[in-house]
């Protein structure tokens, strides 16, 4: 069983100050880690080789403040070393945060910096290479990747999402489950959790989306890339990662209906 999770940035940071860490948010996510089977168990499926758990982590108070005040998004890049290292260098000290409660709780876990493996072309097409992530699942260690500046074709760097991470991961690695722990219990529509979504015309006007395009990133984002891929995800709150690690599909299930 190969499962793709992201911690999103304001899970895991306090977003009213740059730069914090929730510490007792962060520890909480480790211990359901921690508990958790993240080898694969017994009854794994798929490929002993990519068996295990892929952390992924956003960016929170730590890379946004820095990529806003470089002007740097997915597609405006900068030429500028200073602010690609200075959005770099806060995404590696939230990595160094996210992989030590981690590891102070025996999770095998090891940093991956997609500065020094990805790239984009000119068209915005994004190569994540997966070996490493693969070698390190087979080996038995838990890969925690993050949000992160990349090199672009004629943009100098952008910024590269952790959902993107998420999505280019689950496939690469056929993927079993993907889970989206965010500060919400789901996906909403007038504070109810709604608990399966197949088709994206049917949560729109929930959303706040336009059919035809989306404008609006955030949630609707989200939910458009994700029923674009063959694995089911489920997004939910940090009060149902132990539920969601443990098999269960806690808050809301997207999965296109094939
Ligand atoms: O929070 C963004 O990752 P996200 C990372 O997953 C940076 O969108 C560098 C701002």
Redesign the pocket.
């Known amino acids: 069983m190969t499962t793709v999770l ?1 911690l ?2 304001s899970v895991v940071t306090d977003k009213s100050e740059p730069e914090t860490v929730d510490r007792e948010a962060l520890d909480d996510a480790a211990a359901a880690i921690a508990a958790a089977d993240t080898t694969g168990g017994s009854d794994a499926v798929g490929t002993a080789d990519s068996d295990g758990l892929v952390v ?5 108070s ?3 403040h ?2 806003a005040a470089h002007g ?1 998004t997915d597609t405006e890049g900068t030429h500028d070393v200073e602010g690609v290292l200075a ?2 260098d ?2 590696r000290e939230l990595n160094d945060a996210v992989v030590g409660a981690l590891q102070d709780r025996d999770v095998p876990a090891l940093p991956v910096h997609p500065l020094s493996t990805a790239h984009r072309d000119s068209a915005g097409e994004t190569t994540l290479p997966s070996e490493q992530v693969e070698t390190m699942l087979a080996e038995e260690f838990v890969p925690v990747l ?4 990349i090199a672009q074709s004629n943009e100098g760097a952008t ?7 998420v999505t280019l991961l689950a496939r690469q690695l056929a993927a079993d489950r993907v889970g989206l722990c965010s500060t919400v219990p789901g996906v909403l529509d007038a504070d109810e959790v709604i608990d399966r979504i197949e088709r994206f015309e049917a949560v729109a006007d929930a959303l706040g989306a336009s059919d035809a395009t989306d404008v609006t990133g955030g949630m609707a984002a989200k939910v458009r890339e994700l029923l674009d891929l063959d694995t089911p995800a489920s997004i939910f709150g940090p009060a149902d990662l132990a539920a969601f690690l443990a098999g269960e599909q806690p808050g809301t299930l997207v999965q296109r209906r094939r």
């Not at 992924?56 to 929170?60: D, R, Y």
Request: aromatic share 4%; no cysteine; hydrophobic share 40%.
């Open positions: 992201k999103g940035g992924v982590h956003g960016g929170g730590f890379g946004h820095h990529a740097v959005i770099h806060a995404m993050h949000g992160d500046v910024v590269l999402s952790g959902d993107e991470i």
